[in-house]
């Protein structure tokens, strides 16, 4: 039985999903599809292309129908559903974060994001830089919600640094969506 693309990356996101990113190989694949591992080279050629096609298909999870009209609240709800997209995998924001992935759902996004921008009345090259910037800091917040740490930081560990002492109380709030909102909100800011 010939296997596709689409059945490729479809099982790599269900080991992501069961064991996590390390779980994920081009052997775990062809054993779980119960093919030869040529099969699965012939869909996804390498380690490499496979995480490319895996992050397209974590991005095409953040839907680009019904946003609003008004190019802050569109770059804003573009954001929260990108965030969505990446915490509905396990490791998401690590798959996506280890590519460069130049496939549909990511230049959509992209394009949808940008283009809230420009109609925001950014100049192209500050609307690319604050898509960059969007993308980065999701990817990085989700990256950290996704590993939540087992214990806070302890006034040990912080020492003699009276500025971490200060804010360890914050430093330790695990309020993730209050933090995406407050960076959202500060990236958009014109």
Do not use: C
Request: aromatic share 6%.
């Amino acid at each position: 039985m010939t296997k596709s693309q689409a059945d490729v990356v479809r099982v790599a996101l269900e080991i992501l999903d069961e064991q996590g990113v390390a779980a994920v190989s081009l052997r775990a694949i062809a054993q779980r599809l119960g093919v030869r591992m040529n099969t699965v080279l012939w869909h996804a050629k390498s380690k490499a292309r496979l995480d490319e096609l895996m992050a397209d298909a974590v991005v095409a999870g953040a839907s680009l129908d019904g946003l609003p009209a008004e190019w802050h609240a569109r770059a804003t709800e573009i954001a929260h559903r990108y965030r969505a997209a990446l915490l509905a995998h396990r490791d998401g924001a690590v798959v996506v974060a280890g590519t460069y992935a130049a496939e549909p759902a990511t230049l959509n996004l992209a394009e949808a994001l940008v283009a809230a921008l420009l109609d925001g009345g950014f100049p192209d090259r500050e609307a690319a830089w604050t898509a960059f910037n969007l993308v980065y800091f999701v990817l990085g917040l989700v990256q950290e919600e996704q590993a939540l740490p087992t214990r806070p930081i302890t006034a040990d560990q912080v020492g003699e640094r009276p500025a971490l002492r200060r804010t360890l109380p914050t430093l330790n709030d695990l309020s993730f969506d209050e933090r995406f909102a407050y960076g959202v909100a500060r990236l958009l800011t014109r």
